[in-house]
């Protein structure tokens, strides 16, 4: 799990974002997946590839949090 404080006054007041992210990519595949396909995702069928981009767009829109004032 990634946290961090806010920027600013919000961070200054200790609001926080967090994010969870798995070592072997596949939380984002089963948190955010459409649920008919959270089974497949779960048992590693989506492509590393896939996998990485979705964690890539998770850490985006964490640090993208965190700088939100």
Same mark, same amino acid.
């Given at each position: 799990?990634?946290? @961090?404080?806010?920027? %600013? /006054? #919000? ?9 969870? &992210?798995?070592?072997?990519? !596949?939380?984002? @595949?089963?948190?955010? %997946? /459409? #649920? ?9 069928? &989506?492509?590393?590839?896939? !996998? ?18």
């Amino acid at each position: 799990m990634f946290t @961090a404080r806010r920027v %600013g /006054p #919000a961070g200054r007041a200790g609001n926080t974002v967090g994010t969870y &992210l798995c070592a072997d990519l !596949r939380c984002a @595949a089963v948190v955010h %997946g /459409p #649920a008919d396909a959270v089974r497949d995702r779960a048992e590693g069928s &989506l492509p590393p590839e896939e !996998r990485a981009e979705r964690i890539r767009t998770r850490l985006d829109s964490f640090v993208a949090d965190v700088l939100r004032p």
